[in-house]
């Protein structure tokens, strides 16, 4: 939902405005005040981190508008807005409409469903009500009103509609549709019900104009066509908008273009290729079961609208679902389709227009909602716009799925028992998001093209599939071989056997090719002797993630989860950071994702968690020990952290442990936040995998104590290296000690190694040594079994392996291990290079 | 070279004489605006001393991201954001840099004056901060141009930040709440543009003492 937000310098007025918005909306809009300041000598002002909270408070993708009082409440939330990301700050508009009126409007917008655009629009010309109201409008309404919608003269007319039904969903599409023939700014208004200016171009908003029969209305156009503008919309109106049958534009002409001819014979099908790939094997003809809808005088319209109400939300429950389990079947599908499903079943249009329809003409649920449904598909035909008619499919599909929910008529989805290809007229989105890609093996459809939602859907799954086929479809028999050329948008029916080997030929060759390319990015890391170990990845963000994948990670052994509080001015939420976390492990899929909890300190300043600078940072108040001391901060973070683990491959890992107790510690905390968890319901992996960051000596001399706490160790060298040789690593006097091949630096992790391993547990290294190649023989050779490194680094990290023995890393482990100086080591390494 | 602890000096002086005069920018505002610029900068520098601490190894870019932050997060008028951008611009133009040349000065000076004209959408004649603050930084710039050390090109900052201040008494103010009272406001000096000059002048005053 929409968000407001209120700056002023006073907190008595952002409070007093909210309120009263609060009063007109029966609380329902999100509306956050930051307003006034607190200091000992006044409270007038305003306080950009209290503008950057508000805003965050109540921030949705679905906009936040901030209305501000004078002067630096704009320059305090303009500076406030710059600390939001990129993607967040273009949701985010300032406007400089009248506080108290702008407010209100703004939330009575939101509450009736308006887009951003309109709210925006509403508020702007707020100040209308009041002009009215002192009499004003008549002399000011050029300037004030017209002026802000138009940038140029305006030419304006008034008219009834006279035709039958008013403008509802046909004319009102016609009406549009001439509208966008011209490049004027078009508005209009119902004046018979007082309505505000609407965008003629837009056919929502033309329909909440609610315009019957004997309305008048204002078109006012400004631009270089308004006169021509103006005369069609009057020639359309007083034609009574040409209430024969629509010319429909044809729904294939366009698809005919993009259509393939190859050598058309008898027994080929052709149509548009929308995902590539070859497919042979059975046909499976899907006939989605439309049930009749019987329609009947229902005694009761309230009756009938409890039945239509109970339906949506029901649907609404399903789509939800669906959602949620498409996420992994679907992988990379984007899911948004669901988001504007819920948008349809939100929609005023269709829920006022089916409650219309019942009420008035007092018949069953079913037989409303269909009618309802119809006109709104007959207004998007005759839009003319492909990419608005696609959106037929989807309304569709809630249709069928309400009407299914109201008749209680179970839909079937198309699964056929043994793997085939599946035939359809068309498919909908939440048929085609329930494909099972081991049922299906290519996608043949009647209708559709590239923009429909289930091609998007069989590309991101790698299903062939070819659509815009047309009647032609009927001629596929049940029981013939099929092959589907998802590359070039051909079908071949009952295919001979010359035809058949060439395909199965194709065919192989592409499952090979595809096959060889996944493994040469993820081929497993091994020695020349057959030793493999894990390689993942040092990540901060998702992109990090991505390109580690894309490298051939086999997870991530680090995520730096204090990125995630830098550059901010307020702490990031836990529905915030439970978002990021899930994205990683979804992203991740099967593969391991290690998060690090907030590691911060003295040398990494975050303004807000007030952490004072220290004079040794390095050896002051950071990590495990700040959120042993911050327990506010660190709960919601393993909250955040628990939530996203429920049923995805995540762990746990602290930063700078220093003692057992601290483990132990931590592990209560997070216990109790378990608890906390389960007591609301919320699930999450209960056997969470829980490591800790060996990076002080005294976690390496502790370490076989220390692992009895942990189902991990992760070797932090950085930090080990200047912890064992008291060497700041920042002192350009001392930095030459800080060496990681130093021996006494070698035996620790050697000592890190063999406490794992005698507890039969796992230990890996994410500092920088990690991915350093030279080091790669060493540590190998010292038995590390999971290599932590930068994305980039990965491929030429796992060529190097693939080059190395094992048993010579073992040889040269175990001499480096006597050697007395890095000097020594070095000289050692040389030799080993010569070999 | 302008080193750590001369910026450490440079921000203490400015919070010293923004302390001494306090009451005079106070003042100077209620004449034309809401009566608080001296309490709010006072407030804002006394929340920078506080933050600011003596560490050697810090670099200058991360302490006036540190004084940006800290007056954004304290001075409730406009002079917060404001000023809080001019530090956090300033900061960025010279990044983790440890030792300051003259040029950086300047370099720093002017990304900072031009973050604030950004943030502010301001022009010079509009009664602001930047009518004592750009001919300073302008002045400063020619000076170094003409082959002046930093000391005398500071001086001549100084002097053309005055003059500006100075300036602002006969204008008419176009931004912030001294805009309300339009023709009003002529005749009196501008307490932002004044504040601005004390920053410079505590500029100066690092090199004329040290």
């Known amino acids: ?835 | 070279m302008f080193t750590y602890k001369d910026t450490l000096t440079w921000i203490r002086l400015t919070a010293q004489y923004i302390e001494e005069n306090k009451d005079y920018l106070t003042d100077l505002d209620r004449a034309i605006g809401d009566a608080d610029h001296g309490s709010n900068m006072d407030r804002g520098f006394k929340k920078v001393m506080k933050r600011i601490t003596t560490c050697e190894d810090e670099d200058i870019g991360s302490m006036l991201n540190m004084v940006g932050m800290a007056l954004i997060s304290s001075v409730g008028g406009a002079a917060g954001p404001l000023y809080g951008t001019f530090y956090l611009q300033a900061a960025k133009a010279i990044n983790s840099k440890k030792e300051l040349s003259p040029e950086d000065i300047a370099a720093l000076l002017e990304a900072g004056t031009e973050g604030l004209i950004k943030r502010g959408k301001t022009n010079p004649g509009d009664k602001t901060i930047i009518d004592s603050l750009q001919p300073g930084v302008e002045a400063l710039k020619k000076s170094l141009r003409d082959g002046n050390d930093i000391t005398a090109a500071m001086q001549d900052a100084v002097q053309s930040a005055e003059e500006g201040m100075r300036h602002t008494i006969p204008l008419v103010a176009k931004k912030g709440r001294a805009s309300y009272l339009g023709e009003r406001s002529a005749g009196h000096q501008d307490p932002g543009a004044t504040s601005a000059f004390y920053i410079l002048k505590a500029l100066r005053d690092v090199f004329v003492s040290g």
């Not at chain 1, 984007?334 to 219309?356: G, V």
Request: proline share 4%; with cysteine; net charge negative.
């Open chain 1, 1 to 835: 939902m929409i968000g407001i937000v209120i700056v002023s310098h006073s907190k008595n007025l952002g409070e007093g405005v909210r309120e009263l918005a609060m009063q007109m909306t029966h609380e329902k809009v999100p509306i956050a005040v930051a307003a006034g300041i607190d200091t000992p000598d006044t409270s007038l002002g305003t306080d950009t981190s209290q503008i950057f909270q508000a805003i965050e408070s109540i921030y949705s993708d679905d906009g936040v508008i901030v209305f501000m009082d004078l002067g630096s409440a704009i320059l305090s939330t303009e500076t406030a807005i710059d600390f939001f990301p990129p993607h967040q700050k273009e949701n985010i508009y300032l406007c400089e409409a009248p506080l108290v009126e702008g407010v209100l409007t703004a939330a009575v917008q939101v509450a009736g469903g308006s887009n951003i655009d309109d709210v925006l629009y509403e508020a702007r010309n707020a100040l209308r009500a009041k002009a009215s109201q002192l009499g004003i409008e008549d002399t000011t309404k050029k300037d004030s009103e017209t002026k802000s919608i138009f940038k140029e003269s305006t030419q304006e007319i008034v008219l009834p509609v006279r035709n039958r039904l008013g403008l509802h969903a046909r004319p009102a599409a016609k009406f549009v549709s001439t509208a966008n023939k011209f490049s004027s700014e078009i508005f209009v208004k119902n004046l018979s019900k007082n309505t505000d200016f609407v965008n003629a171009k837009s056919i929502n908003q033309i329909i909440t104009l609610g315009i019957r029969h004997g309305n008048k209305i204002m078109i006012a156009s400004s631009g270089i066509d308004a006169g021509d503008s103006i005369l069609a919309l009057k020639k359309l109106i007083e034609s009574n908008f040409d209430e024969e049958e629509p010319e429909f534009i044809s729904l294939t002409l366009k698809e005919e273009e993009e259509r393939m001819t190859p050598e058309r014979r008898a027994d080929t099908l052709s149509g548009i290729p929308v995902s590539p790939g070859i497919a042979i094997g059975p046909v499976y003809i899907y006939r989605p079961h439309i049930p009749d809808i019987p329609e009947y005088v229902a005694p009761s319209p309230d009756t009938e609208m409890t039945r239509f109400l109970h339906a949506i939300d029901e649907v609404k429950n399903d789509i939800e679902r669906i959602r949620q389990n498409s996420s992994t079947s679907m992988d990379r599908y984007d899911a948004s389709i669901f988001e504007a499903h819920l948008l349809y079943l939100n929609d005023p249009a269709l829920i006022e227009r089916t409650r219309d329809i019942i009420f008035k003409e007092a018949i069953n649920a079913e037989a409303a909602w269909q009618s309802a449904i119809r006109e709104m598909i007959i207004s998007y035909k005759s839009l003319g716009d492909q990419l608005v008619r696609d959106r037929e499919v989807d309304l569709l599909d809630i249709s069928s799925q309400v009407i299914s929910r109201l008749t209680g008529i179970r839909r079937r989805h198309p699964e056929p028992e043994n793997a085939a290809i599946l035939v359809v007229g068309e498919l909908n989105p939440s048929e085609a998001a329930q494909l099972k890609k081991d049922k299906i093996l290519a996608l043949c459809s009647e209708k559709g093209n590239k923009t429909s939602h289930s091609a998007i859907m069989a590309r991101s799954i790698g299903l062939p599939a070819v659509f815009g086929i047309g009647e032609d479809i009927d001629k596929i028999d049940e029981n013939s071989t099929l092959i589907v050329d998802g590359n070039q948008g051909i079908i071949i029916m009952d295919p001979d056997a010359v035809t058949l080997a060439r395909y199965r030929d194709l065919r192989d060759k592409e499952i090979q090719e595809k096959q060889e390319t996944i493994s040469r990015a993820f081929q497993k890391a091994s020695t020349i002797d057959g030793a493999s170990v894990s390689v993942v990845a040092n990540v901060a963000n998702i992109t990090d993630i991505k390109t580690a994948l894309e490298n051939g990670a086999n997870g991530v052994g680090l995520f730096r989860t204090e990125y995630l509080y830098m550059n901010r001015l307020s702490l990031p939420s836990e529905e915030e950071q439970y978002k990021i976390y899930k994205e990683a492990a979804d992203l991740l899929g099967d593969r391991l994702l290690t998060l690090r909890t907030l590691d911060i300190g003295g040398d990494k300043p975050i303004p807000y968690l007030n952490i004072k600078k220290e004079p040794n940072p390095f050896l002051g108040w950071r990590g495990l020990r700040y959120c042993l001391d911050e327990i506010g901060i660190f709960k919601t973070q393993l909250r955040a952290i628990l939530r996203a683990s429920h049923e995805r491959n995540v762990q746990i890992m602290f930063p700078m442990v220093a003692t057992v107790p601290e483990v132990r510690a931590a592990k209560a905390i997070l216990v109790e936040v378990m608890k906390e968890l389960s007591q609301a319901g919320i699930s999450f992996n209960r056997d969470i995998k829980i490591g800790a960051m060996i990076e002080i000596p005294s976690a390496v001399v502790m370490g076989p104590h220390l692992i009895k706490e942990v189902d991990f160790f992760s070797l932090g060298t950085n930090d080990l290296t200047q912890y064992v040789l008291a060497a700041d690593r920042s002192n350009t006097n001392v930095v030459a000690l800080c060496d990681p091949f130093d021996p006494a630096v070698l035996m620790m992790i050697r000592d890190t190694i063999a406490a794992a391993h005698a507890a039969g547990k796992m230990a890996g290294m994410c500092g920088e040594m990690a991915g350093d190649l030279r080091a790669l023989p060493i540590l190998l050779g010292l038995g590390l079994d999971e290599f932590s490194m930068i994305p980039t680094v990965i491929s030429e990290w796992k060529e190097k392996l693939r080059q190395t023995s094992l048993r010579k890393a073992k040889e040269l482990a175990e001499q480096v291990l006597q050697c007395i100086s890095v000097e020594e080591v070095k000289s050692k390494y040389a030799d080993y290079l010569k070999e």
